[in-house]
């Protein structure tokens, strides 16, 4: 899909489809009849504090030689990820993360036309280390954030006139979006310098189409362990999978 057709679904927003559970999953990894060693983070440090950005687009956070990766694939106006982040981020960091046994990567696949879009390419307008925390507030939000972003039609209706590397600039006066990331640390000249970045908008836009086109990614939050698919979508699913493979 190009940006600008990416963009051209905002013409008809809708309310967003409310996609929940994952389909057609693996088993996962094997099971673990030991627990797996504890691994130290660098001194001074946790491994929750340690986040970096990946080669497919995503922010993991912990151990990068962690013996299990997790993976979601999440879309930042879903809401059973943003149940998912509400119950299960701060076990995931606290127990598994920290013990270096886990890592955790958050892959956004944009699903929702341009207010995913939007979002996506914002929490990443800082540094690594605050794109999973604006995430969570984000998630936290979700409501009034699709409540003013769907609220002004006709407004969207005019932003598709302007030229390419404008649209999500004025999307973001549009939707409330400069208002709630000030709050939260980016400065609106800051926003709009990123979202008036047609390259980057492109980049991700590709990058999402890919975890459909070759990771076989169709529903959201979806999540991989050791990069087979995995039955669940909340938090009282997973861990148990993260235990069985030996993060107990």
Known sequence: MTLTRLFSLCLMLLAPML?????????????????????????????????????KGGYRVGNPDAPLKLVEYGSLTCPACANFAEQGMEPLMAKYVNSGRVSFEFRSFIIHG????????????????????????????????????????????????????????????????????????????QARTCLADFASLERLSKVSEAYGTEDGITQTPTFTLNGSKIEGSSWAEVEPQLQRAGAR
Not at 114 to 142: F, K, M, V, Y
């Open 19 to 55: 996609l929940a559970a994952c389909g057609d999953n693996a088993d996962g990894p094997a099971a673990s009849s030991e627990p797996l060693p504890v691994v130290a983070p660098p001194a001074g440090t946790t491994w929750a504090q340690t986040v970096a950005t990946t080669d």
């Open 114 to 189: 341009p207010l995913d879009l939007a979002l996506t390419r914002l929490i990443g307008c800082s540094a690594p280390e605050a794109a999973l925390p604006l995430a969570d507030q984000i998630w936290a939000n979700l409501g009034p954030i699709q409540e003013r972003a769907y609220a002004n039609q006709a407004a969207i209706q005019n932003i598709n006139a302007l030229p390419e590397n404008q649209r999500y600039v004025q999307f973001g006066t549009i939707t409330g979006l400069y208002e709630f990331f000030a709050a939260r640390g980016i400065s609106e000249d």
